[in-house]
């Protein structure tokens, strides 16, 4: 297989295994660069030190990012029990220093559980979140505390997995932007001491949640060999859980051109369009009998 030319149109999802020690930003444009993809974008990020699922969204998937980054999650976290750090990961510098009770594990799992269902968050001041057109972590940088409010969050559930002197290992599986972080800084609060996370590894994205996921040194490596395309899942992989509709080449042209076209009797709500051929071609809303188009996906070929 020849190379692709550099900027050329590409789509898919890469459902990249991020290692520690690098951006989300950073690990996205090492996969842009192996693929020479002219457009992609992840869906939510992951901090440096932590590792596990990121999803890459190549050329037109890129319009089904917004609708990923509502999707449940799970991660394996590890928190040190003790100390707390500006971050509250291994990044930051120490704040504090506590004393750590006890640490009880029927109580433990009590507290745990505690947390289990729906509840309230202070997003930290090392995120992404915007406060006046700025990302709130620039403001901590700078030594700038601005008030949050708390934000709903879900915890679909928590189990604990081990406990190793101050070290407390839990999966977590929760709904949209809900920062583990915090909820290990919530859960040493209500066992009376503060705590940082050492270890953060997510182990799925809704719907991808039984897919493997490929590492950065596998996706270089596809790359030289020319065997990329074996990497990349549908650019409506993100999407699977919808229901497909299937158009014929004049209804998907009408789309593409902003006109709605009948349903033939699909049921109200969104949908992922397919042509005669299976692919992808862009998400509609089904609504009063018709389809109208809310993301059309752009081909090159005719």
């Not at 009948?262 to 969104?270: A, M, Q, V, Y």
Request: charged content about 25%; hydrophobic content about 35%.
């Amino acid at each position: 297989m020849s190379r692709r030319r550099r900027g050329e149109a590409i789509d898919g999802v890469v459902l990249l295994d991020k290692p520690a020690g690098l951006s989300s930003n950073q690990a996205l444009q090492r996969v842009r660069r192996a693929f020479n993809a002219r457009k992609a974008g992840h869906t939510g990020t992951l901090d440096p030190f932590a590792t596990g699922m990121l999803p890459l969204c190549l050329g037109e998937a890129t319009k089904t990012s917004a609708f990923i980054l509502d999707a449940g999650k799970a991660y394996r976290a590890t928190a040190r029990l003790g100390i707390a750090t500006s971050t509250g990961d291994p990044e930051g510098e120490v704040l504090l220093e506590q004393d750590v009770p006890p640490v009880d594990e029927a109580r433990l799992r009590d507290v745990l559980d505690s947390f289990v269902g729906l509840g309230e968050q202070v997003p930290p001041m090392y995120s992404a979140i915007k406060h006046q057109g700025r990302p709130l972590y620039e403001y901590a940088r700078r030594g700038i505390e601005i008030e949050r409010q708390p934000r709903p969050v879900e915890i679909h559930a928590i189990e604990l997995l081990s406990i190793d002197g101050p070290d407390i290992r839990f999966e977590v599986t929760c709904g949209k932007g809900t920062y583990i972080r915090t909820l290990a800084e919530d859960i040493a609060r209500a066992f009376g001491t503060v705590a940082h996370l050492v270890a953060l590894r997510r182990q799925w994205v809704h719907p991808f949640g039984s897919q493997s996921m490929v590492t950065l040194e596998q996706v270089e490596q596809a790359s030289e060999n020319g065997e990329l395309d074996s990497l990349r899942l549908p650019a409506d992989a993100g999407l699977a859980d919808w229901p497909v509709v299937t158009l014929g080449a004049e209804a998907l042209q009408r789309l593409a051109h902003g006109n709605p076209v009948d349903s033939n009797g699909s049921e109200k709500g969104l949908v992922r369009l397919h042509d005669s051929e299976g692919t992808a071609r862009g998400i509609g809303e089904c609504l009063d009998g018709q389809i109208r188009p809310r993301r059309v996906f752009v081909r090159d070929d005719p």
